[in-house]
């Protein structure tokens, strides 16, 4: 009897398991991820800002300027070093948005080689993204596991006899 409950049990948890990994594969995007920060770019310099993005991920956001004379050249590079946007000179505040068409490191440059006065970054950016899938597939696949298992002793259970639930 208590073999037949682990049983059941076991397939349950397979099942569920298996269900887990194939909705993670197939969810839409899961994460949400609102950052903020203030940075300083001194003049004669230029600040980068690195992001590792996988592939379909969306990344949007906005900046402002202030300083000097709030003038800074910005643009977005995807991993293979292709520009993105090239915003030219921003003064003020600039949105963007893109959905990354790689996996890599997707860099932002906010440039004022250009410029005696330093100036001050205020970016706000989020990204939404999807589970992993190599993690839901790994999830799926310890499911199936589980599940022959207890399928397995269902059928040594069931071979051995109501009264004789023994796997040895």
Known sequence: MELDRLTNALITLGVILIGAGLFLCLAPPIMNNT??????VPQLQTLISTFMLDKGDRFEGYFTVSGGDNGIKFNIEDPNASTILDAGTVTGRR????????????????????????????LSY????????????????????????????????????????RLF
């Open 95 to 122: 949105d963007f948005a893109f959905t990354a068409e790689f996996t890599g490191t997707y860099t932002l440059t906010f440039d004022n080689s250009d410029s005696l006065t330093g100036k001050t970054i205020f």
């Open 35 to 40: 950052q903020t920060e203030s940075k300083s």
């Open 126 to 165: 989020s990204g939404t993204t999807r589970f992993p899938s190599s993690v839901a597939v790994v999830i799926a696949l310890f499911g199936l596991a589980i599940l022959t298992f207890g399928m397995s002793l269902a059928v040594v259970t069931r071979r051995n006899g109501p009264n004789r639930s």
